[in-house]
Structure formats: C-alpha cells, structure tokens
C-alpha cells in the first residue's frame, strides 16, 4: 500500500506549487442553468495543505494554504471543531485550547461549492504522552505533533523525545510502514550529498537530498516482520561524512485489534498504528536522540 501511495507522495510534495482539478455540480435555476451558473470545466482550486504546527500553554496552532476567500472545516476524527477563513492569497490559520490527555487526529475539509467538498490528503495527529507515575504526571513530556498521508514520509512538529537522532548535521525522521512490507525512511540534512540506508548492514536504498534539505526514501517489500539496526550514511563526493543509526523493531496488526489508533510506547521508541481507509493499517516509528532521557510508563 505504501508502494501504490507513492503516487500520492510525490503530489503531495508538489501540491505546494500545483492545483488539483475538480468538477463542482451545477446549481438549479428553476430547474434550469444558465451559462453564469455553469462552472468552468476547466477551473481549478488549490488543495487544503497543513504547513505548520505547534502547542504552547494549552493552545494548538495550525496554518497552512488553500484556495483563496474559501472557508475551511477543522475537524477531529469526523467531528468539526471550528471552520477558519482563508484570506485573499490562500493563507489561513487556526488555533483552539487542548488537554493534555487528548489524542486528536485532525482533517482538514473545504467546501468550495454546493456538493463540491475537497478533503486534505493530509492528517495532524496529536498523540498525548503516556502517565509517567503513579500519579500519572507527565506535564514535562510535550505531545507527539506529526502530519502524515498514506504513502507519504510523515513530518514531525514536535517530538516527546524533543528532537531527532541526530550526527553530524544528519537526521533520520520518522519510519513509516504498512502490512505489505513497504517502508518509507525519511530525515533532514545540514549538507547536499546521498543518502544511503542500511538494515543489519544490507543496503536498503539510496537518495539525493533535496534542496531544501530533506530526503526520503520509499522501499518495496523492504522489511519483514522482526528486529533492525537502521543506519542511514551520508555521502559527500563518496566519503561518508555522518551517520545515523536506531534500533528498530517492524511490527504486525493484530487481526482482532479495532483500534483505529493504537499507540506503542517504549523507552526511546514510539510506535503509532493507524487505521487507513479502504482496510489496512499504517505505522509510523519516531526515535529519540541519544542524549535523550528515556521515557518511562507506568507499568
């Protein structure tokens, strides 16, 4: 699945700079359309794209682009929690309180005619962290903010580990997988150069890093089931220049499991599972630095 989502994950990446085409419905003129009230077959409108996130004392706060002058629904898992207005160039912003123990996983829906609704490729999950204590204290842990699409490479706002594993000005994101065996790796870099990934030193695949310093890499049928050491190699002129390495462990659904969010949390590790349209799950894996502090659940 993730495979196949390679399609949408390259138009994701361009829907920055492109508009997708759609075909609103006519509207009724006492039964009837004029040529006025006849939309152009041919217009286009800009998809609803998060561009940043961020939590602070109590309050998320969203922006991002759209269409301009269009209004738009923010809503949590089905449910609408305010609709915000873009402004004549497409921009707009939301922002709403939080509890600490909410998990929320946010869409983003435009209705830019009667019957015509355009629904972000994109999802913002907000996963609370876990009790640390008896008392069940864990103010200290921010919450794990990341935006994620099938078959796209997740980005992450704000880690509860407060950043990536990190060397040498090279970064390894997220690791994102689904039951099929498919895995998306992703990171930053500081430095142009190719990024080669390794999984118990078996090279899985190598990429350019793009102009903006990001990179990721989709893999086929990569993975089974079981335990890896990731390392990921930045070459600069064919020397290695940094290195990144994580534990990591690929896990499978359970067939009885409902759960359309499931959270594993482990010591430096966490492990999101997502129901996805259409059947199926999607995984994404987040590491904590090496210097970090472990955290701990309450067993």
Same mark, same amino acid.
């Given at each position: 699945?993730?495979?196949?989502?390679?399609?949408?994950?390259?138009?994701?990446?361009?829907?920055?700079?492109?508009?997708?085409?759609?075909?609103?419905?006519?509207?009724?003129?006492?039964?009837?359309?004029?040529?006025?009230?006849?939309?152009?077959?041919?217009?286009?409108?800009?998809?609803?794209?998060?561009?940043?996130?961020?939590?602070?004392?109590?309050?998320?706060?969203?922006?991002?682009?759209?269409? =301009?002058?269009? &209004?738009? %629904?923010?809503? #949590?898992?089905?449910?609408? $929690? !305010?609709?915000?207005? @873009?402004? *004549?160039?497409?921009?707009?912003?939301?922002?709403?309180?939080?509890?600490?123990?909410?998990?929320?996983?946010?869409?983003?829906?435009?209705?830019?005619?009667?019957?015509?609704?355009?629904?972000?490729?994109?999802?913002?999950?907000?996963?609370?962290?876990? =009790?640390?204590? &008896?008392? %069940?204290?864990? #103010?200290?842990?921010?919450? $794990? !903010?990341?935006?994620? @699409?099938? *078959?796209?490479?997740?980005?992450?706002?704000?880690?509860?580990?407060?950043?990536?594993?990190?060397?040498?000005?090279?970064?390894?994101?997220?690791?994102?997988?689904?039951?099929?065996?498919?895995?998306?790796?992703?990171?930053?870099?500081?430095?142009?150069?190719?990024?080669?990934?390794?999984?118990?030193?078996?090279?899985?695949?190598?990429?350019?890093?793009?102009?903006?310093?990001?990179?990721?890499?989709?893999?086929?049928?990569?993975?089974?089931?079981?335990?890896?050491?990731?390392?990921?190699?930045?070459?600069?002129?064919?020397?290695?220049?940094?290195?990144?390495?994580?534990?990591?462990?690929?896990?499978?659904?359970?067939?009885?499991?409902?759960?359309?969010?499931?959270?594993?949390?482990?010591?430096?590790?966490?492990?999101?599972?997502?129901?996805?349209?259409?059947?199926?799950?999607?995984?994404?894996?987040?590491?904590?630095?090496?210097?970090?502090?472990?955290?701990?659940?309450?067993?």
């Amino acid at each position: 699945m993730l495979v196949t989502g390679l399609i949408l994950a390259l138009g994701l990446f361009v829907a920055l700079q492109i508009s997708q085409n759609y075909r609103p419905t006519e509207n009724a003129n006492n039964g009837e359309n004029t040529a006025s009230d006849v939309p152009d077959p041919n217009a286009t409108v800009d998809p609803v794209i998060f561009q940043s996130v961020s939590e602070q004392a109590g309050r998320l706060r969203i922006t991002g682009t759209s269409a =301009p002058n269009v &209004e738009i %629904g923010v809503e #949590n898992d089905g449910t609408q $929690l !305010l609709s915000v207005n @873009a402004n *004549g160039e497409g921009e707009w912003k939301a922002e709403f309180a939080v509890n600490r123990t909410d998990n929320l996983a946010i869409d983003l829906v435009v209705n830019v005619r009667e019957g015509a609704n355009i629904r972000s490729d994109e999802k913002l999950f907000r996963i609370a962290p876990p =009790p640390k204590d &008896e008392s %069940g204290d864990a #103010n200290e842990i921010p919450a $794990l !903010l990341m935006i994620t @699409a099938p *078959g796209g490479p997740t980005r992450v706002f704000q880690s509860p580990f407060r950043g990536l594993p990190t060397n040498g000005g090279l970064s390894l994101g997220p690791i994102d997988y689904d039951d099929s065996g498919g895995v998306i790796f992703s990171g930053v870099s500081e430095t142009s150069g190719r990024v080669r990934i390794f999984a118990n030193n078996v090279a899985v695949g190598e990429i350019r890093v793009a102009q903006n310093g990001r990179w990721f890499f989709i893999a086929a049928d990569t993975l089974p089931l079981g335990s890896y050491d990731i390392r990921t190699d930045l070459f600069v002129d064919g020397e290695v220049v940094a290195s990144v390495t994580v534990p990591f462990e690929r896990k499978s659904s359970q067939a009885n499991d409902a759960l359309a969010l499931d959270v594993k949390f482990e010591p430096f590790m966490w492990q999101v599972r997502r129901k996805l349209l259409g059947g199926g799950y999607q995984y994404t894996a987040i590491f904590a630095p090496e210097e970090s502090d472990p955290i701990l659940v309450e067993e």
